[in-house]
Every structure is written in C-alpha cells, then in structure tokens.
Nanobody, 123 residues
C-alpha cells in the first residue's frame, strides 16, 4: 500500500508560481506511475499531468502545457508539480495519484490518492 501526502499549495497572484510536492510512503515508489489531477468548485476532477515510473513518459493536459512541469525523485519518493504563469482558472484542489500500472490520464485508473492541497490564484 502507498500513502500520498501533498504539500505546497497556497494563495498566489496571477502570473506567479508554486511547486507542489507529493510524498509517498513505501520503499518501492519507483514502481508506481504518478499523476496530478485537480478539481475546481462545481466541476469534475480533471487530469493535469502524469509521469511514468522511469520518467521516460510524461503527458500534460493541453490547458497546462508549457506552464506546468511534472517531475519525480525516486530516491525521495516524491513527485513534483512546478506551476508557472498561473492563471485564475488554475484555482482548484490539486490531488496526487499513483498506481503500479501504466500511467494514464484517466482518474479511475489510479488506486492511490492524496488528500489534496488547495491552490488559489488571485487575478
């Protein structure tokens, strides 16, 4: 079993940056694909970015491509999401997810989830 804990959320002005971290328990985290999803009030959870176990594959939602960067440090059991040029529409609760299977943009494919961290972008 893997437990995920997100951190790094907060309030930032439009155009600013934040870095989210997702710390995973367990010593075999390098076997898990990692991903970030987000959910704004009144909206469905949406895919943001995903990274494969070996960092060989990375995929982004079109809405964040060129502004967000997902990365991982397997030695630290952590997945990161660097968010630059933030916009008001990026305001949401951001969730980290992980699964041993191939990475996916589809939320139900992920077995493990963090509790979420709030990101608020003021315009």
């Amino acid at each position: 079993q893997v437990q995920l804990v997100e951190s790094g959320g907060g309030l930032v002005q439009a155009g600013g940056s934040l870095r989210l971290s997702c710390a995973a328990s367990g010593r075999t985290f390098n076997r898990y694909a990692g991903a970030w999803f987000r959910q704004a009030p009144g909206k469905a959870r949406e895919f943001v970015a995903a990274i494969s176990t070996s960092r060989g594959q990375i995929v982004y939602a079109d809405s964040v491509k060129g502004r967000f960067t997902i990365s991982r440090d397997n030695a630290k059991n952590t997945v990161y999401l660097q968010m630059n040029s933030l916009k008001s529409e990026d305001t949401a609760v951001y969730y980290c997810a992980a699964d041993e299977k191939t990475m996916s943009t589809y939320a139900p494919r992920y077995l493990y989830w963090g509790q979420g961290t709030q990101v608020t972008v003021s315009s």
